[in-house]
């Protein structure tokens, strides 16, 4: 299973990458991962107006999109629109960060998940 994550490089620019999460085969329930250590679960609604401009994400975590969409924009300019299904992977915890703004006139639904110190997806 792939998914998006957002990182900062050594110079504190934000970047969309990819990370592939290894699966195995759980038998009649379907493919497994291994089990990742969660700290904290945050529910959100954001406005169909939201626009956040540059900012590091707050803690290592997962961003699970429920309902609506959004873009992000990285440093270099480059965006991308994720909505209701979407996992991204916010890692650029230090640095200029990322924007993000609603889309369509959509309330968003997401719930993120603070990743323990140490995990590795």
């Not at 934000?14 to 290894?22: K, Q, T």
């Not at 990322?98 to 995990?119: K, P, Q, W």
Request: hydrophobic share 40%; aromatic share 10%.
């Amino acid at each position: 299973m792939k998914i998006t994550r957002i990182y900062n490089d050594e110079a504190g620019k934000s970047h969309f990458g990819e990370v592939e999460i290894a699966l195995k085969d759980g038998g009649p329930i379907g493919m497994l991962s291994e089990k990742f250590g969660a700290d904290k679960i945050i529910f959100r609604e954001t406005p169909a107006d939201y626009d956040f401009r540059w900012h590091p994400a707050p803690a290592r975590q997962l961003l699970f999109i429920i309902k609506g969409r959004a873009e992000f924009t990285v440093s270099n300019g480059e965006r991308h629109v994720f909505g209701a299904g979407d996992v991204l992977l916010l890692e650029d915890t230090e640095g200029e960060g990322h924007c993000s703004r609603a889309m369509y006139n959509e309330v968003r639904h997401s719930i993120f998940v603070t990743l323990d110190e140490g995990v590795v997806l």
